[in-house]
């Protein structure tokens, strides 16, 4: 009964984090990925281009080199990419990461951006907060919530009804802030347009400047506690560094997923079909390669004659922890594939298992429980291709 409960208990565990990015979603990867059909569900896509000329009933999560978005999402939307174009409402959240960034259609929810060069038209409502980390950003829209930016050369040219906290080398102000402000700059210089309807605390690096022409019933406090500590940090490098690294990470783990996919084929598919029959055999056989495999290496390097062998399993110690999601990932998409008998190609296999990467990686911010989806889940694959590779007899293994 005992074996029953954790075997009942495991597969709940496994199907929760297997089911959770693809259940009621589209998927589409390809070289450039072209959308002319509304989509009901989730769109996950990947591609070296993506544009959406769909209205998405659901949420949209994009990884590519070039991305625009032409009609209405009524989800959020997640895009990371080199170059970003919003080009249409997004009726929920926006979350957007790349180098140079456009958005030229209203948010109801919140926008946050990490970017390089970031441009919101004038024509655009953020309902919500709008938080941005940049180098050259300029808001020339219109935002009801609170605004945060970290940039390098900040112009806020719209309208801004709630508070407002900017840290930057450069800022302009050629537009309305009704909510209380805190202005960080080295340099601070205003527009015609500018007005303050709220009190400002502020610092610049040459001390008070005149706000009296550009306030409206509120007072100005020129605050040495807002200095901007480390005055050489380039906030530009900064916004479009993040930016890259972002897309460096999402790129290099796609990148290794197609690698593992394309070269290894064959082995994770014999994988999907083995871990089918026996998910608690193959978790014991995962939790004692993680267990055993360093303490032998440990036993092999303290003899001399042992060391080539202890140094060889380390190195495979370190190959299983750098890239354990990343094979986790390749073989449960197989299994899915396998499972529930779909027709995909190795490109949607590939984008099925960047996206059980990001569910993984997701799941351990929760305590506790997410770590402990990640060890079945990751001990379950692993002892699946230690039985296939080393344990079974090759007649044993299904062609």
């Known amino acids: 009964m005992k074996k029953k409960t954790f075997k009942n208990l495991i597969l709940a565990f496994a199907t929760a984090i297997i089911s959770f990015p693809v259940n009621g979603a589209d998927f589409k990867a390809d070289r450039d990925v072209v959308l002319n059909k509304d989509i009901d569900n989730d769109l996950y896509a990947a591609a070296a281009s993506v544009t959406s000329n769909s209205v998405i009933y659901g949420d949209l ?3 590519a080199g070039k991305i625009s978005v032409n009609d209405t999402v009524h989800g959020d939307i997640m895009l990371a990419g080199s170059d970003l174009l919003v080009n249409s ?3 929920d959240d926006a979350k957007l990461f790349g180098e140079n960034i456009n958005v030229l259609g209203n948010v109801k929810g919140d926008l946050i951006i990490f970017g390089g060069l970031i441009e919101i038209n004038k024509d655009v409502t953020i309902e919500r907060d709008l938080i941005v980390f940049g180098g050259y950003v300029v808001v020339n829209g219109k935002v009801n919530g609170n605004v945060i ?16 906290d900017v840290d930057c080398e450069e800022l302009k102000i050629d537009g309305e802030i009704n909510g209380p402000s805190e202005l ?5 210089e205003f527009g015609e347009g500018a007005r303050f309807r709220s009190d400002v605390r502020y610092w610049t690096e040459d001390g008070e400047i005149d706000f009296e022409p550009y306030l409206s019933g509120a007072t100005a406090t020129y605050d040495r506690s807002l200095k901007i500590e480390g005055k050489d940090i380039n906030w530009k490098s900064f916004g479009a560094g993040l930016a890259g690294f972002w897309l460096f990470f999402t790129l290099s783990v ?21 871990v089918s029959g026996a998910y608690v055999r193959n978790f014991g056989y995962g939790v004692l390669y993680f267990i055993g495999l360093p303490l032998l290496a440990v036993f092999f390097m303290v ?19 750098l890239f354990a999601f990343s094979i986790t990932s390749v073989m449960w998409a197989n299994w899915f594939k396998y499972k529930y008998n779909k027709k995909w190609n190795n490109w949607m296999v590939i984008l099925i298992a960047a996206l059980l990467f990001l569910g993984l990686r997701i799941i351990l911010f929760i305590p ?19 039985n296939i590779l ?10």
Do not use: Y
């Open 61 to 63: 999560v994009v990884a």
């Open 89 to 91: 409402p997004v009726l």
């Open 149 to 164: 930016i970290k940039g390098g050369q900040v112009s806020l040219n719209g309208i801004v009804n709630g508070k407002v």
């Open 184 to 188: 960080s700059a080295m340099e601070i």
């Open 254 to 274: 796609f990148l290794v997923i197609l690698l593992l996919q394309l070269l290894f084929r064959k082995v994770f598919e014999k994988a999907a079909m083995d």
């Open 303 to 321: 003899t001399i004659i042992g060391i080539p062998i202890g140094l060889l399993l380390m190195s495979l110690v370190g190959f299983s922890a």
């Open 368 to 386: 506790a429980a997410g770590l402990l989806v990640n060890l079945i889940v990751i001990s379950m694959a692993f002892g699946t291709l230690l």
């Open 390 to 399: 080393v344990l079974k007899k090759p007649e044993e293994v299904k062609e």
